[in-house]
């Protein structure tokens, strides 16, 4: 490799050499030395590079329960949800793995797909919001800006349910009244700490709570405060508000993130290579144009729950090994 950071291949074989080795590498460190982050990196040099997905779900699924990985409950999950070559669909194993990427791995976005799993009924008989919500919570508290602006959402609608339940009774019910309150108060927290994020639609929920003066004390000044730094966000994400967002006004009137099913977003028998790009996935799926933005497995749990990562941009890289020649390595081998 040069100062400049390209690799200095002459033939496809040296490139194969080279590839053959860091696997090894990967090997050694996971199975000797018990490197999480190893054992990651060499699942994933199975599934990219040697195109065997099975021997890498394997490694991702022993990495996630058996050394609490984060990621590799993540990827793991995403695999299950929407199947590969040889790996089956199973989205209550894919379930198991977010939640336990969430509570014994600690990895964010584990949470908001477990949460939104629930929230959808795909992991449960029906829709559960309240088990989903504390699922949301860790997400936020992981500081997941999705989960957050979730975690709002359901706590604002099971607030509204609630309200509806009240005055449907012929007795006042203090209780309920007091459990509306509460949930109002955690959807504005939520709100409030997704808005610091820079999570733009909580900003937007935010200031319409002091708009209405719905669970906090109506104050304008503020309400356009927080318009103003949803603006600010929408400018800074270059994001143009059309019909095609996938972030839309809901019946609590606040706005929130349609639920979708995997056959919207996700057909393995159709697209079965997971690069496939995101101008063929635009001209296949164009009510979800922008749901996602770069369309690598990590990322297919979100494109099919319709949520997108920092409203449309791509979710950091996670760390491991041979990070910065890994997308190189992989380029060049495709034009090979």
């Known amino acids: 490799m040069t100062d400049s950071g390209i690799l200095s291949f002459k033939t496809p074989e040296e490139m194969h050499e080279y590839m053959k080795n860091i696997g090894l590498g990967f090997e050694y460190s996971c199975i000797r030395e018990n490197n999480p982050v190893s054992c990651h990196s ?5 599934s990219n590079y040697k195109r065997l997905v ?64 629930v929230a959808d009924g795909i992991a449960s008989h029906a829709p559960n919001l309240s088990v989903a919500m504390s699922l949301f919570e ?53 709100w409030m700490e997704g808005c610091k994020l820079g999570h733009e639609f909580c900003c937007r929920n935010i200031a319409k709570m002091y708009s209405n003066g719905d669970g906090v004390e109506m104050d304008e000044l503020k309400a356009k405060d927080f318009l103003l730094k949803a603006d600010q966000l929408a400018t800074h994400n270059n994001v143009t508000h059309t019909s095609t967002t996938n972030t839309a006004v809901n019946k609590t009137g606040y706005w929130s993130q349609p639920m979708c099913t995997i056959g919207l977003v996700w057909n393995p028998v159709k697209a079965p290579d997971i690069r496939f790009s995101s101008s063929q996935f635009r001209k296949q799926h164009p009510r979800h144009e922008k749901a996602v933005s770069r ?21 950091p890289p996670h760390s491991r090994p041979y990070q910065g020649i890994w997308g190189r390595i992989s380029s060049a081998l495709r034009r090979t």
């Not at 991702?60 to 993540?74: E, I, P, Q, T, V």
Request: net charge positive.
């Open 42 to 46: 060499w699942a994933l040099w199975f």
């Open 295 to 315: 369309t690598s497995l990590a990322e297919a749990i979100y494109a099919w729950s319709c949520v997108s990562i920092s409203r449309g941009r791509a979710d």
């Open 138 to 190: 860790l997400g936020c508290q992981n500081r997941v800006p999705e989960s957050c602006f979730h975690l709002g959402g359901a706590a604002m609608v099971l607030a509204k349910e609630n309200d509806k339940s009240t005055n449907s009774e012929k007795s006042p019910n203090p209780t309920g009244s007091n459990d509306s309150s509460r949930l109002r108060v955690e959807a504005f927290k939520a």
């Open 54 to 117: 099975t021997n890498g779900a394997d490694i991702l699924k022993a990495n996630c329960f058996k050394r609490n990985y984060g990621d590799s409950c993540y990827q793991y999950g995403s695999l299950k949800v929407v199947g590969d070559k040889g790996v089956l669909r199973d989205s209550f194993e894919a379930f198991r793995a977010f939640e336990h990427g969430c509570k014994a791995g600690k990895q964010g976005k584990c949470c908001q797909a477990a949460g939104r799993l």
